[in-house]
Every structure is written in C-alpha cells, then in structure tokens.
C-alpha cells in the first residue's frame, strides 16, 4: 500500500484538487447515465466556464468524449476559438483526439486523474500535448486526485463485467 497524502483541513478553492472534484462530479452524473463515467471541466481566471462528460452512447456519437464537449461549450461562452488563458481538468488521460482538440485551442494546461498508458496522449502512449513539431504545447499535470478517479472507472467496468456475467450465466427458460 502506498501512502495516501493526508486530506488538507481547509480546501483551496482554486486548487487544483478543488476542480479536479468538480470533474469527478460530472464522471459521477456519466456514470449514472450508463456512459463511461469520465468528466471535464474548463477553468478560466480561477473560474470553471464549461463543464461536461462523456455522452458517446446519449448522443450516439463516438467523439463525445468528456473534454471535446467541454471545449466547445468553453469556445461559446468566450465567443473565442482561443483559450490560451484556460486550464482543461479532466479525470482520465485524455486521448489523442481530445489531445489534437487541445493543442487547436491553445490551452494553456492540461490537468489530469487517471493516468492511460494504452491510449492516453499526455505522455501515457504519446504525448500529443507537448509534441515538439505542432505550433502549440500544453503543460501537463498529471495523477491529480488519481485514486478517486481511477476507482470510478473500475467500479464501472467491474459492475459491467458482472452484469454481462450474469446474463450469460442465464440458462434459456430464465431468459
Ligand atoms: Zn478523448
């Protein structure tokens, strides 16, 4: 068992802790919508301007994902493509298109939980966000929150797995 660091007493409201359990929120609302629970927020001047999560299976669209409609809904509400002066927190690795959407839009950080060393291109596979020949690179930080944010994910996955047990455990007459 690793050394969990101890829960600060008073919590910084504009720490990076603070938004980052704003994103888990909104993996909690994908979880209860049957969507892999992964979830975004847009901070901007210390204030969140966007927050979404993943909505692959509702929209029936498979980029969806939690952090492309965050940005979307952060270009509308500054009427800018723009968002040099915006961090990203986002509970899961993003992938490499979300990673491509976030160098498009310039912003300035990159913050995440859950680290993906399959598919995650903030330095998990790749690392898109800081690739030396594009035009623009994020900071990266990585593992905020990571455990809360993993767990999600694997309650998810696991509940899925069990239900998917059970209905072929079934035999024909129960069906
Ligand atoms: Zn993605």
Not at 27 to 52: C, D, F, K, L, T
Not at 57 to 77: F, N, P, R, V, Y
Not at 123 to 152: D, F, K
């Amino acid at each position: 068992m690793s050394d969990a660091p101890e829960q600060p007493l008073v919590i910084d409201l504009r720490s990076d802790q603070h938004f980052m359990g704003q994103a888990l929120r909104l993996a909690q609302r994908a979880y209860a919508a049957e969507e892999v629970p992964i979830g975004a927020v847009i901070v901007r001047r210390e204030q969140i301007i966007a927050r979404a999560f993943n909505q692959v299976e509702t929209l029936k669209d498979g980029t969806a994902h939690a952090e492309m409609l965050a940005l979307t809904q952060a270009q509308s509400a500054l009427e800018d493509w723009r968002l040099t002066d915006c961090d990203l927190y986002v509970t899961k690795e993003p992938c490499p298109m979300c990673a491509g959407a976030i160098i498009h839009c310039r912003l300035r950080r990159v913050i995440f939980g859950c680290p993906d060393e399959k598919g995650g291109a903030a330095g998990g596979l790749l690392n898109l966000l800081q690739h030396p020949s594009l035009n623009h690179r994020s900071e990266i930080t990585p593992e905020v929150m990571r455990e809360e944010c993993a767990g999600i994910l694997q309650s998810f996955f696991r509940e899925r797995r069990e239900a998917a047990a059970k209905e072929k455990g079934k035999t024909p007459e129960e069906t």
